[in-house]
């Protein structure tokens, strides 16, 4: 047990009063020699101001809470890299909590790191999440009087601007360069779709596909879950081999693909080309290196801790979301499409 | 701000002490009605009991803390994921901190955990800490009167067991590997041999080619640091080519190994075998998937998270090592030796 003043008190023989006074650099009223004994005291019996006092006096931490759907997934383990660094150079501490993707665990996590006293929090909602569901989250932030910032997926609902990417702009990257390869029959594997952000990178591959005139084909659009099991399940039902590409929402998913296609005797980027989303640390290091798509992420991490940082200085909210753009990086699994 | 006992005090006219008895359960001599006016009150301003306070009288906070050194690196984040795991199952939440393998915030991060009142921490030591260092911060946790346990990066001191890998093992096992394949020049890249973990791994390999009657090569150790570039600058080192076989110490080190060998035209397999250390995600998704040592990681976290609840629960300290035991999984990136 760590010790108290009390201990400290009888230690030496003073009253809580005066021992107090001194511990908390107010002693200029008791003599050199009592504060030096209390001192002594102090130290001997390991002494240390007990900070949840002292929070609810100050009310201020210097520590921030990061709550992440999947710690183990390398996209939101970067990220939260970013968003340490960031805390880092702000002066902040950050406690990272991994929810595995349930919504239940972000309302616990809230609430758990509102009690400990954190000055705010960064908050990417899980993938279960409704649009009604990720409102009554923010508004429990706003409640607890927590100052918050949802990055990543963020909801599209007044109040809950947050840091995100430009997933429209990245399927739309991805879908133009296969199209631009001379592809026509290009299928997608999403992501789940009740996510904002899985909704927007197939927004962004429609949008390629209508610019350019091409017909979207229902049975080439793959339901997944940004899973790499997801991945090789659209790859087994689009059996007919009507595609020439495939635009997975995903690195894992693409890397799904990729094995199936594999598996099943197909050459990358020969018979099929493919593209994924988000440069995970692997991607460039399969059999065949992935063309994808680069989100900054480092940099909206930093990010997110400087406005909230500035958040609490200001005592101000975001009032507009903040937004990325991605980037296509090219690599060796896409190549025009095989004439006949 | 959260409403505070006053705030609602003021709000329905009662004093502090009604207000607080009604909220702290402890209103038995108090009026229904009384009750319900202030229970209404709390509701309608958001009121919530704070932590800090609860948790200055009752000294629990059912929270644990995990400091590591990186979590970008998906070993560490593999055995993160892990720990939560264990975590849930035994009715804890968990804040993570990462370090950037700076053992000055590992004193940080300890330290402010303690003030926030966590019951437990488990620690990973950083890369920079000496023996000396490390039994200082163990001392520290001890001080500070918080239960704590060391994991996967061990010291060799009294008093200081905790859940480990059997390194020396693993470094055995891969260089036994290589030796029943034929091979006699084999090369090692080391991690950083300031850790303990590193050296064993080494002293594994040294063991096997003593078991074997195998010369240490002297000229065929590159002294590495776990990262890509230095499995990539361990091979421009051995520019003479008196070898056949590389183990590399960590995976990310084989993975630079890999590359190099690569762009220098050499065939893996073929001309030259390589076995890696940690088996992470991307080593069956590489060129040459990697036969590498793999650590019951998800285990070894679970088992924390038990040791450290018993520990709480029963007041004990861990008197044993708790030592896990690798595995070699094969894969194609090693093969017989080439005849000459």
Chains 1, 2 share one sequence.
Request: glycine letters at 8%.
């Amino acid at each position: 047990m760590r010790a108290s003043i009390k201990d400290i008190a009888r230690a030496t023989g003073y009253s809580i009063t005066t021992v107090s006074l001194v511990l908390n650099n107010k002693g200029n009223k008791i003599s050199a020699e009592t504060t030096a004994k209390i001192l002594e005291a102090a130290r001997a019996l390991h002494y240390r101001p007990n900070q949840l006092a002292v929070s609810l006096v100050k009310q201020r931490s210097k520590t921030f809470g990061l709550i992440v759907p999947d710690i183990s997934n390398g996209y939101f383990s970067s990220l939260a890299t970013g968003i340490e660094r960031g805390c880092q150079k702000y002066g902040r501490m950050l406690f990272l909590c991994s929810t595995n993707d349930q919504r239940s665990r972000n309302i616990k996590y809230i609430n758990r790191l509102a009690e400990m006293g954190v000055d705010g929090i960064f908050d990417i909602i899980s993938r279960d999440t409704t649009l009604e569901e990720g409102i009554v989250e923010v508004q429990l932030m706003n409640d607890l009087g927590i100052p918050h910032i949802l990055v990543d997926r963020i909801l599209d609902a007044p109040g809950c601007a947050g840091i995100e990417n430009n997933h429209i702009q990245g399927g739309y990257l991805a879908t133009q360069h296969l199209i631009d390869l001379g592809h026509r029959h290009i299928a997608c594997v999403t992501g789940p779709t009740l996510l904002e952000d899985a909704r927007r990178r197939y927004a962004g591959y429609k949008k390629a596909l209508r610019e350019s005139g091409i017909p979207l084909e229902e049975q080439l659009i793959y339901r997944g879950d940004y899973t790499q099991a997801s991945g090789k399940a659209a790859v087994k039902s689009w059996s007919d081999g009507s595609y020439t590409a495939v635009f997975a929402c995903n690195d894992a998913s693409a890397f799904g693909v990729c094995q199936q296609l594999l598996a099943e005797g197909k050459t990358i980027p020969g018979d099929i080309s493919v593209v994924g989303y988000d440069d995970a640390i692997y991607a460039e290091m399969l059999q065949v290196p992935l063309t994808t798509i680069r989100q900054p992420i480092q940099e909206m991490g930093m990010e997110a801790a400087r406005q909230l940082t500035e958040m609490i200085n200001r005592h101000t909210t975001l009032k507009e979301p903040i937004v990325f753009e991605p980037q296509l990086i090219l690599r060796s699994s896409t190549a025009e499409r095989n004439r006949p």
